[in-house]
């Protein structure tokens, strides 16, 4: 049978501090109410001190530790981000350097809240050509460090978390099957972060305009998210011969609570196969779905079908198929 990649191990890290609707009410114009009704959201955690290497560090140091490997025995990590700790190097080699990954090599990986996925895609196919035999998948986001605490239809969404998966050859038919990744530059006016990098260098300006916070359009992002994320995951399901009966688990981008029912819907797929934990964390960007894993991972059964499915900036957006490894 042929080698595919496997998810062998998940962990995730969260800050202890915990940014409530309430606390929100006090900063901005908002309130509880509006925030849960058209969210899901109740909570996000924040990093007070620290970057995302750190939080990066705690879940795979966490991830080695569960799986029984030594740091020396990764082949590659691969980091989706877009709050790298600089702009470079890389928060990959940041992360290996503080855990003592010496044979690794690693790169960032920017696709907004679909990282994850692009990640994982990117991930395997180290495994299924047989070069690499570890490779991790980190994501991370300390979106805290690029809101704007005065702007109340973005502050409200995002919040600060990572997840890391550990990936390894499998050779009976569990692990990726599939993956479906697309993405639209042209939607790049509507979600953001005007300056900082080479078309916008950072100046007095760019910091007196704000320029350097996520912009975000939200009714525009909202229509292209409901209905892509909702298309890509009908797809692969079509594409691999699945019937909702055949899908265990929908894991997707916890952006809206309405986005993750549209999905879910779509695919035919009752409420309790859908991981869902937006009320705890908010959108912590690339950390949504391995977050997701982690926090549903003692009820996942050797052989679940489990379809990922993001949509975020870029636009990116796609859908991956995987037959969970281990009990
Ligand atoms: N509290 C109270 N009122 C608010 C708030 C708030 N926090 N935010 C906005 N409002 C107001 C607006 O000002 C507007 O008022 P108006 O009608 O007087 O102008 C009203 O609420 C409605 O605003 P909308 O933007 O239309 O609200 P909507 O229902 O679309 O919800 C949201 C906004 C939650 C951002 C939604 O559009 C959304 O989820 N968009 C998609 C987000 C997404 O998927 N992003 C991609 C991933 S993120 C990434 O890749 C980094």
Redesign the pocket.
């Given at each position: 049978m042929k080698t595919t990649a496997a998810i062998t191990g998940v962990q995730g890290y969260l800050p202890d501090h915990i940014l409530s609707n309430e606390d929100?009410s006090k900063i901005?114009?908002?309130?509880d109410e509006?925030?849960t009704t058209?969210?899901g959201i109740k909570e996000r955690r924040i990093m007070k001190d620290g970057a995302s290497s750190d939080m990066g560090e705690h879940a795979v140091r966490g991830l080695l530790e569960k799986t029984g490997t030594s740091a020396e025995e990764i082949d590659l990590v691969i980091v989706a981000t877009?709050t790298p700790d600089y702009p470079f190097p890389s928060t990959a080699n940041v992360i290996c350097d503080k855990v003592g990954m010496k044979n690794a090599w690693g790169y960032d990986l920017i696709a907004?809240?679909?990282g994850f996925i692009y990640g994982l895609a990117t991930g395997a196919q180290f495994i299924e050509t047989g070069r690499y035999k570890k490779v991790i998948v980190v994501g991370v986001d300390k979106?805290s460090s690029i809101i704007d605490y005065q702007d109340?239809?973005?502050?409200?969404?995002?919040g600060d978390g990572c997840g890391a998966v550990m990936l390894e050859p499998d050779t009976e038919g569990f692990g990726l099957q599939d993956f479906m990744l697309h993405s639209d530059g042209s939607g790049r006016q509507y979600?953001l972060q005007k300056a900082g990098g080479s078309a916008k260098p950072a100046s007095i300006e760019t910091v007196e305009a704000r320029e350097h916070y996520?912009h975000?359009e939200?009714?525009q992002?909202?229509k292209f998210?409901v209905t892509n994320m909702a298309d890509v995951s009908a797809a692969i399901m079509d594409k691999n011969n699945l019937t909702s009966d055949d899908v265990d688990w929908l894991v997707p981008?916890q952006?809206?609570l309405?986005?993750i029912d549209a999905t879910a819907n779509r695919m035919g797929l009752s409420k309790e196969k859908v991981m869902i934990n937006i009320q705890k964390y908010g959108?912590t960007?690339a950390g949504t779905l391995p977050l997701c894993l982690w926090d549903y991972e003692k009820q996942l059964k050797k052989g679940d079908n489990i379809i990922l499915s993001a949509?975020?900036?870029?636009f990116?957006w796609g859908a991956v198929y995987l037959k969970w490894a281990y009990n």
């Open positions: 929100l901005v114009d908002t309130s509006w925030i058209r969210t877009v907004a809240c679909s979106m109340r239809t973005t502050c409200v969404i995002f979600l996520v975000q939200g009714k992002v909202f998210a981008h952006a809206n309405r986005i959108n960007t949509f975020g900036g870029g990116t």
